[in-house]
């Protein structure tokens, strides 16, 4: 059995744009990507609202993806491949990043696995890197994420760069999926299906 860990935000963890309550598990593109995969896989989903790539969050807390992966990655070993889908958190104008500076942090994500012992045999565990979709139309969250819209356009140029200058696989979630118009941020169900499907056939590319 090979294990996959899927590393996230709320897009990860399931969360629903209209009740802004949880789907249910067979309803989130992990649940899809396991029904996908089959019962020779493990999917395991790390989702946390909210989380970041490497930022401490000074209004949320506890936020901070770089100082929570080594601890999910170690008692999760051995672990196969980690995906890694982080980004939109970090375009709250509360940091003030750019597009350029976000798709960094992801990558220092990525580094920090590929450094780890946490995959078969002590090695490290492959890196599936998804570049988050674009905002779509902010309704609720338009003075949080101001000006957020227009970088996250940039996340599918920047992410592939670090994907390609850290040698890991890349997807740009784009390709098949679009955020919300109902709060320009999150998944709709069916959104959700498409990713599963589709990252399920990516990883089947990597591991074989």
């Known amino acids: 059995m090979k ?9 990860t963890w399931g969360y629903r744009p209209v009740t802004k309550d949880r789907y249910d598990r067979h309803e989130r593109w992990t649940g899809v990507l396991q029904r996908e995969l089959g019962e020779v896989y493990e999917v395991i989903a790390e989702g946390l609202n909210g989380r970041t790539t490497v930022w401490d969050d000074p209004i949320e807390g506890y936020k901070n993806g770089k100082e929570q992966l080594i601890p999910i990655l170690t008692s999760h ?3 196969d491949l980690v995906t890694i889908m982080l ?3 970090d375009l709250k104008k509360r940091f003030s990043l750019s597009a350029y500076d976000i798709a960094e942090g992801a990558g220092v994500l990525v ?3 590929q450094k780890s012992d946490c995959g078969p045999g ?3 565990p492959k890196v599936l890197l998804l570049a ?3 905002i779509a139309r902010l309704t609720e969250y338009e003075e949080m994420f101001e000006g957020a819209e ?3 356009r940039l996340f599918s140029k920047h992410y592939r760069r670090v994907a ?3 040698d890991c696989a890349f997807f740009d979630a784009a390709e098949v999926i679009a955020s919300s118009d109902l709060d320009g941020i999150h998944l709709e169900v069916d959104e959700h299906r498409k990713l599963g499907v589709a990252v399920a056939a990516r990883i089947r590319q990597i591991l074989g």
């Open 3 to 11: 294990t996959i860990l899927c590393y996230g935000d709320s897009n």
């Open 77 to 79: 070993k051995p672990v």
């Open 87 to 89: 980004g939109t958190n």
């Open 111 to 113: 580094e920090m696995v």
């Open 122 to 124: 002590e090695r490290p």
């Open 132 to 134: 988050p979709p674009p």
């Open 150 to 152: 227009a970088k996250s």
């Open 164 to 166: 390609a200058e850290r």
